[in-house]
């Protein structure tokens, strides 16, 4: 420590100091916030430096949103600054956002002074009690000099074992009151240690069933993504000595080049006919940060029956949840993933190449199928065909996609390859509806240089529209690219196969005129009505150095496939082709599975 | 899958801080979890750790779930299962009141004498029995008092602790 730190140290600061000089050692540069009454002293802390960067947005949702956007594309902690009482119940969706799919985030709460709290005071909510369920941790401030500490305790569990998003509510007084500064070195959590390192005899265990397997396939997830671009380099490495396949899940998507003859796309309710049926006939699955969703397995019963299931995980909790596996190992996925390609390495084995050969050639005849085949005919544009031209006009660029949730959500996880971890952002365990702008704000903000897209349904993207306005604020260049069908695509989708296509309620009257709504808020406009325009208007959205709201018309009624209806196993997926005739027989108790 | 009910009595060392029993609380009501007993309180000199008794029933895949949720709680320090780890004694407190003359009243003292409860308050017409013991040694205590003028019961739900010199 400096002598000059050491003095600062000694120094009483008032407790919006403290807090802001507590981001900064913590490395927080940018800060996503809407003032309010109880946080007013932080804000003018923050006013008076120059270290952090604060993005104000239109709502508090936005901002969470906008900061899990920044924390997935950069795997650093995303900060949020909120008020008090309607400021942190804006939050609660993001919050319970970035908890289902594990994102750092660290939020920040004004609170009334602690002489009113309980008294049903302005603006005041019981914001810990509100959080409880939905952060990883929360806590309530009462004295001044406790606020470094918890700062500094707030990063360590929000980035530490599987992350997730914190609470640190701040009573105005305790921000205004003075008190001593603490340095994060000399804070250690009492009691939070997580277990990175996987058990040596498990993962000894794990490397001999995949070295005797004959139909292995590896199942990847979001953890991998946490755990940082090592890992998906050691994912790979390990994939490509084994010769087995693999699959990711939504929140996975990046962890594996997309580009890989090994990679059979996504699985789960809306995967690839040849992923779902490698996880349903495999002998051996090696699950990697990944936990087992509903989404994913389908009918939990028949979920691949016949395999041997190693499980790596980070969260003990998430092992053995809903599927009993042979081998957990707890751990990080890049720690774990290293020791296991160490020992097979050192086995020197190839395994089983003839079983090896015969478990490709059969999962090629799955892939024969061309499930994500779609006919373009006519000049209305397919949803499908729109992002997939998407895709191919921004390969060569090293872009960003954020999506909003429903059919173009799954649709993009479909079409889009990405070959990287970390330029893929999308609600996954929520299914929130308005992530997508602000999250494409959230990842501009960390790559201003960056082709940021946010594949968008027009249904979604009115749930949070108001953010285009910090877009502009800001000069982002985000692109909007809403594939725009007039209908909440999904829900029509479900209403037309599984409730006799009573289409109660989905359909979205009265939109706006986009390409004006951009004009409006400073932004270009375009629209492409039939096919001959699509790749124009792509080509010029990309070329677009401002902030583009693009409206991709597109077949109203076309439906999301492969599907897997709910209730139902792996092996019985409906595809595009046969789509139309073969409607799902689907159970009262499939229909309550969502 | 097992649908088979277990009952685990289970031990949790936690920071002793404002709201840390409504995080366990709020994980047992939050996840579907059963909650039968559950006891807190303080157990260091300084106060800085509680220990909490659970006694809670469901399939072995419910329990193991329910204890690496507990454990990944950032203020919880330990989890441990008495019912899987080994040998454990399970003690209880209740105070019972019985209302009642006569005969009923003199049957009641009886009674208690033979499960060694204790008349902490007594008036011409009831008594306040204070019993310890097991969960079953309680539940026949009640049986018994039912037909003699039982009118209040106060439990203070089970705490345990595991036989033999290891600590928590």
């Known amino acids: 420590m400096s002598e000059s730190q050491q003095h600062d140290a000694e120094r009483p600061m008032s407790g919006a100091e403290i807090i802001v000089r507590a981001l900064i050692e913590q490395g927080v540069e940018v800060v996503f916030g809407y003032p309010g009454g109880a946080v007013l002293p932080i804000y003018d802390a923050l006013f008076q430096q120059n270290s952090i960067r604060h993005i104000l947005v239109r709502q508090e949702a936005g901002a969470v949103h906008a900061a899990e956007g920044y924390a997935r594309s950069t795997g650093r902690p995303g900060v949020v600054l909120v008020t008090s009482g309607p400021g942190a119940t804006n939050a609660v969706t993001g919050l319970t956002d970035a908890l289902m799919d594990s994102i750092p985030i660290v939020c920040l709460t004004g609170q009334v002074a602690t002489h009113m709290i309980g008294n049903d005071a302005f603006q005041e909510a019981d914001t810990v009690g509100i959080t409880r369920p939905c952060t990883k941790h929360n806590w309530l401030v009462k004295s001044t000099d406790d606020l470094a500490r918890v700062v500094h305790e707030a990063f360590y569990v929000a980035t530490h074992g599987r992350p997730g998003p914190v609470v640190i509510d701040l009573p105005k007084d305790v921000c205004i009151n003075k008190g001593r500064y603490q340095a994060a070195g000399g804070v250690a959590h009492p009691s939070y240690r997580p277990r990175t390192k996987g058990d040596p005899a498990r993962v000894a265990e794990a490397v001999e069933l995949l070295a005797g397997a004959k139909r292995a396939i590896f199942y990847a997830g979001g953890g991998v993504i946490n755990s940082g671009p090592q890992a998906a380099e050691l994912l790979t490495e390990l994939v490509r000595a084994t010769g087995f396949p693999i699959t990711n899940t939504l929140m996975g998507l990046g962890a594996y080049p997309a580009s890989d003859p090994q990679f059979l796309g996504m699985l789960g309710m809306h995967g690839t006919y040849e992923a779902n049926l490698a996880m349903h006939n495999c002998d051996v699955m090696v699950a990697v940060g990944a936990r087992f969703d509903d989404r994913v397995t389908g009918r939990l019963d028949a979920f691949s029956p016949n395999s041997r299931k190693i499980h790596i995980d980070i969260d003990p909790s998430s092992i053995n949840k809903n599927v009993p596996v042979a081998v957990p190992i707890v751990g990080d996925a890049g720690s774990v993933l290293q020791d296991m390609l160490t020992l097979w390495r050192q086995r020197g084995s190839q395994g089983d190449r003839a079983a090896l050969a015969a478990w490709w050639q059969q999962i090629d005849g799955w892939r024969n199928r061309n499930c994500l085949a779609y006919r373009q005919d006519g000049k209305v544009i397919k949803p499908q065909h729109a992002i997939k031209r998407l895709y191919e006009l921004t390969r060569a660029r090293d872009a960003y996609f954020t999506t909003e949730v429903g059919q173009h959500q799954m649709w993009a996880a479909q079409y889009l390859k990405f070959e990287r971890p970390n330029r893929w952002m999308t609600s996954g365990g929520l299914g929130t509806m308005g992530y997508g702008l602000p999250a494409a704000i959230g990842v501009q903000i960390a790559h201003p240089e960056a082709l940021v897209v946010d594949v968008a349904g027009e249904a979604s993207f009115l749930m949070n529209m108001q953010e285009l306005a910090t877009a502009r604020q800001y000069r982002l260049p985000v692109k909007v690219f809403i594939v725009n069908n007039q209908w909440m695509g999904m829900v029509r989708q479900w209403q037309e196969l599984l409730h006799g296509s009573r289409y109660s309620e989905s359909y979205m009257d009265s939109l706006p005129d986009f390409v004006k709504l951009a004009e409006s808020f400073g932004a270009v406009g375009l629209r492409a009505d039939s096919v001959d325009q699509l790749d124009a208007v792509i080509a010029e959205m990309i070329a677009t150095p401002n902030l583009v709201i693009a409206d991709i018309r597109v077949e109203q009624r076309e439906n999301c496939f492969p599907m897997i209806p709910s209730g139902r196993a792996h092996y019985e997926m409906i595809l595009g082709d046969g789509a139309s005739a073969d409607t799902p027989d689907v159970t009262d108790a499939g229909l309550a599975l969502v | ?168």
């Open chain 2, 1 to 168: 899958m097992s649908e088979r009910q277990e009952r685990h009595t289970i031990a949790v060392l936690v920071d002793n801080e404002p709201g840390v029993l409504a995080r366990v609380i709020g994980l047992f009501s939050g996840r579907g979890y059963n909650i039968e007993s559950l006891t807190v309180a303080a157990v260091d000199a300084t106060g800085q750790l509680s220990r909490i008794t659970v006694v809670t029933t469901g399939t072995p895949m419910v329990i193991e779930q329910i204890k690496a949720q507990l454990d990944r709680l950032v203020p919880v320090h330990r989890v441990v299962d008495l019912t899987a780890e080994g040998p454990h004694v399970e003690r209880e407190m209740a105070l019972i009141k019985v209302t009642g003359r006569g005969e009923a009243r003199i049957e009641s003292l009886r009674i208690a004498d033979i499960f060694r409860a204790r008349a902490v308050d007594s008036t011409t017409e009831s008594f306040v029995f204070e019993l310890t013991g097991s969960i079953e040694k309680i539940d026949a205590f009640i049986a018994l008092m039912q037909p003699l003028g039982l009118t209040d019961i106060c439990r203070t739900g089970v705490v345990a602790i595991a036989r033999g010199p290891a600590a928590m």
